[in-house]
């Protein structure tokens, strides 16, 4: 099949097959007539490839994949070193998740201190003006902000 027709099936254009070419990852080959041309194990390739880029690994991530496929395995996630790709994703990804929590964790402190500060307001009895905590202890200044 020719270029159109590859990126047409695999869901992305001519120019990313071009890219992808050019770091290696889909295979350069040539028909007589001087087209490129390509068969249905480089549309399994670019499956693999879009695949892992939609979970979020970038193109060289991709890499291993792509060569355990190439080595003939049915899966490109069966080679060590596919493996070892989605070890340090999963690294980074619980990272991630570490840090969203924790600002949650923040957050929901921040809501819940902000009710208990509304309803002694709506009480009258508030001792002193509300402040953000958060905003003091986490929040970069005005004007960092002002100057991005």
């Known amino acids: 099949m020719r270029i159109g027709e590859l990126a047409k099936r695999a869901g992305t254009t001519t120019r ?3 890219y992808y070419e050019q770091l290696g990852l889909l295979p350069a080959r040539r028909a007589g007539n001087g087209y490129r041309a390509y068969g249905e194990e480089d549309l399994r390739l670019l499956r693999q490839i879009r695949t892992l880029q939609d979970f ?14 190439q ?8 080679c060590p070193a596919s493996l070892e790709v989605y070890r ?6 619980d990272e991630c998740i570490a840090r969203l929590q924790e600002v949650r964790t923040r957050v929901s402190e921040q809501y819940s201190r902000a009710e208990r500060e509304r309803d ?7 001792a ?11 929040a970069p200044d005005r004007d960092d902000w002002e100057t991005r």
């Open 16 to 18: 990313a097959l071009r």
């Open 56 to 69: 979020g690994f970038g193109l060289e991530d991709t890499r291993p994949f792509v060569e355990c496929l």
């Open 71 to 78: 080595a003939g395995h049915p899966h490109g996630d069966s």
């Open 88 to 93: 340090k994703k999963l690294s980074e990804l």
């Open 120 to 126: 002694a307001l709506a009480a009258g009895a508030a």
């Open 128 to 138: 002193e003006p509300p402040q953000c905590e958060w905003a003091a202890s986490a």
